[in-house]
């Protein structure tokens, strides 16, 4: 199958490769690019775990061709952690609030995480749950996780809100 060529940003870095049209960005992350902290969960967006930023949206890359990625700014949970390796307020939090448990889904949380705390830098729990709600966990009944975002969400921009009186 003939290939073409592909140009995007990945984690600040310039790429520039030859794909064939068919590849998934999934693919091309974990075997070109050799980038595999997102995971391939399901193929059919319902997990999450390969949840990546794009141009400033969450994408789930096991249904989006590398192509459709041409001219893109593309983070993953690689690009994440400061340049002198410390970790991100989000891999903080999901470390200090036990976030995780096996850690499979914990790439793709961190990332759907992060760019719920871009739109929303000061979210409430129920906020924070329908945030995440198309990354699935099957280990830890997801009340770390939500700490562990509301963690990060302090240390980057102040306390979260109070949830209302029931």
Known sequence: MPKEKVKMTVNGREIEAL??????????????LNLTGAHIGCDTTHCGACTVDLDSKSVKSCTMFALQAEGASLTTIEGMAYADGSLSALQEGFRME????????TPGMIMRAH???????????EEIRFGISGNLCRCT??????????????????????EAAQ
Do not use: W
């Open 19 to 32: 794909v064939e049209p068919r590849t998934l960005l999934i693919h091309f992350l974990r075997e070109e």
């Open 98 to 105: 036990h976030g995780l448990q096996c850690g499979f889904c």
């Open 115 to 125: 760019r719920l705390l871009k739109e929303n830098p000061n979210p409430s729990d």
């Open 141 to 162: 009944g997801y009340q770390n996780i939500v700490k562990a975002i509301q963690y990060a969400a302090a240390k980057l921009s102040g306390p979260p809100r109070k």
